[in-house]
């Protein structure tokens, strides 16, 4: 079938077409942290706001910011601006973020703060966030979707045991090695909430979901397959429990061609690749069995020019052949020129 004709029949936006695995002659684009500091729009908001969880948690700020990338753009998707630790927050824990620095949470250091969490999330408290989602899905148009997100538990236990970000994730990963009852407990706590919340996510009117698991790369074989592979796995078929053939994007940073067994078992629909991975190994190994995103160094969108173009051109070269979502290979670097954004949309659509 053509594609237009098929595009007719089954839908318009083109992201969910490649997440069903139909390659689009111009990959659709999105960038993560596309709402964010490098907008001039989104640090009005942000400074009207109040603290960065007061603008999560308000609906109409939050939409408003959620819509500002799209609309200055035109990316074919919107994804909900949140954060990965509003799961924690509706825990039970507490989670600030300081002017301009990175959050602050209560460290969970033992069996003992694990007691004090939840058992569910407090979907009362999520209700700000799933009114976001609603508001930007009626602002949309009918070319562009909406994801969804949260963060993979390990990557969200990592903030949670440091209570803050750190350089390898070591109070997290020496818990784990430590205490292993009581991480998995945590863990398996995590995978509970999330899928809730995404469930809640889908419900409000998200068409996909990504799931960020930044800090996967630090995990060994073993430890990648027990915190990030089967968390992974049980959240995607809680959900699609709930949300049959939900589509779920992963995005396991960092972890080399551990992506291979993460493709393959943790039921993702698309999977996401960081700038340091090999361009033609992903076409060769991965995009034959699923559809890929990603994968420009930021760095190079933040220097511009011939850089940007030869990591551009090169993504759409070997890539560019089966379904991909054009992306950046992690988030949008905050001091980037917006002038470069649309360098790089101007070349991805001719
Ligand atoms: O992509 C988007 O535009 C949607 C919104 C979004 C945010 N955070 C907004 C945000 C998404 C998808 C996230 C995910 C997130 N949050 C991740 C996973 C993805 C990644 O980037 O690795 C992680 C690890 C977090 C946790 C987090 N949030 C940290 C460590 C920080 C501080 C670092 C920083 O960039 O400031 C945040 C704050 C945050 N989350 C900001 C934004 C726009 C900046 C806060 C501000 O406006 O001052």
């Given amino acids: 079938m053509e594609e237009a ?3 007719s029949a089954t839908g318009t936006k083109p992201l969910l077409r490649v997440l069903e695995r139909e390659r689009q002659k111009i990959p659709p684009v999105w960038m993560m942290r596309q709402a ?4 001039p729009e989104y640090r009005a908001v942000r400074e009207k706001a109040g603290s960065f969880l007061d603008l999560c948690f308000n609906s109409k700020l939050a939409a408003e910011v959620t819509l500002q990338p799209v609309r200055r753009f035109g990316f074919d998707a919107a994804i909900l601006f949140s954060d990965i630790l509003v799961v924690p927050l509706a825990l039970g824990r507490k989670v600030e973020f300081g002017a301009g620095e990175g959050p602050r949470l209560e460290p969970l250091a033992d069996g003992e703060a694990l007691a004090a969490l939840r058992e569910s ?10 009114e976001t989602v609603a ?28 209570g803050e970000a750190t350089l390898d994730q070591g109070p997290a990963r020496l818990f784990a090695y430590r205490d292993p009852d009581n991480f998995e407990k945590l863990i398996d706590r995590l995978v509970q909430a999330s899928t809730d919340y995404l469930v809640g996510q889908f419900n409000a009117g998200a068409e996909c979901v990504q799931i960020f698991d930044t ?13 990030c592979i089967e968390p992974t796995a049980k959240i995607i078929k809680g959900l699609r429990q709930q949300v049959p053939g939900a589509k779920v994007i992963g995005f396991p940073r960092g972890v080399g061609f551990q992506a291979w067994r993460y493709a393959k078992l943790t039921g993702v629909s698309a ?3 960081d700038w340091t991975f090999d361009r033609k190994v992903i076409a060769d190994r991965f995009q034959s069995e699923l559809p890929v995103q990603g994968n420009v160094d930021p760095v190079a969108l933040l220097a511009g020019g011939a850089a940007l173009m030869r990591e551009v051109d090169d993504v759409l070269k070997t890539l560019g052949k089966g379904p991909l979502i054009f992306n950046l290979g992690h988030g949008i670097l905050p001091e980037t020129p917006i002038a470069h954004v649309e360098e790089m949309l101007k070349r991805v659509r001719g």
């Avoid at 800090?215 to 430890?223: D, K, M, S």
Wanted: aromatic fraction near 14%.
């Fill in 5 to 7: 004709a098929r595009n």
């Fill in 36 to 39: 964010g500091r490098y907008l």
């Fill in 215 to 227: 800090w996967a790369g630090v995990l060994g074989p073993e430890e990648f397959m027990h915190w």
């Fill in 121 to 130: 999330i407090d979907q009362e408290m999520l209700v700000p966030v799933y």
């Fill in 135 to 162: 508001k930007v899905k009626a602002a949309l148009d009918s070319k562009t979707a909406l994801i969804g997100f949260c963060g993979a538990p390990w990557t969200v236990a990592t903030y949670m045991v440091a």
């Fill in 271 to 273: 999977i996401g690749f």
